[in-house]
């Protein structure tokens, strides 16, 4: 059997995307924790930050991430800002905006699996989204959505 990558580009534009969102969800995760404990240098060193214990840390960020990933997309069309800037968005299979339902479950199926698994799903993610031919990812096969580009 021959492995073929298909539009390879799209995937590296979804990764593109994946980072500009984590990169912002840690820079405003580091200005809050600096104006919530005086720390201000938290906004600069956001990788050694933290209220002062992991449950609120870990609650905080969960929070932060489910805003960012659930309800910005619900407002903007699909759109986060990673997304925003790469020109693509979210959509149900046959086109519709997705509804809130079907972006929590997709939020679910993406991070719960990592969190168990400490990542490991997420280059897996990759690699399934490099050798199917619609370049889905496990948790776009599991909420029926897809990402398409809006050039």
Do not use: C
């Not at 929590?104 to 799903?121: D, E, T």
Request: hydrophobic share 55%; net charge positive; no cysteine.
């Amino acid at each position: 059997m021959k492995l073929k990558i298909h539009k390879s580009a799209l995937t590296m534009t979804r990764i593109g995307a994946a980072a500009i969102d984590m990169f912002l969800i840690s820079f405003v995760y580091g200005v809050i924790v600096a104006v919530a404990t005086g720390n201000y240098s938290a906004v600069a060193n956001r990788f050694y930050v933290s209220f002062g214990n992991y449950k609120y840390d870990l609650i905080f960020v969960l929070v932060l991430m489910i805003v960012y990933f659930v309800f910005l997309p619900l407002v903007w069309n699909g759109f986060t800002v990673g997304k925003k800037l790469t020109r693509t968005r979210i959509v149900m299979e046959d086109g519709a905006q997705a509804g809130l339902s079907t972006l929590l479950l997709r939020f679910i199926a993406i991070v719960l699996p990592n969190i168990i698994l400490l990542g490991m799903p997420a280059i897996v993610n990759i690699y399934i989204m490099l050798f199917r031919k619609d370049n889905k990812g496990y948790h776009d096969i599991v909420t029926k959505t897809k990402i398409v580009s809006v050039l």
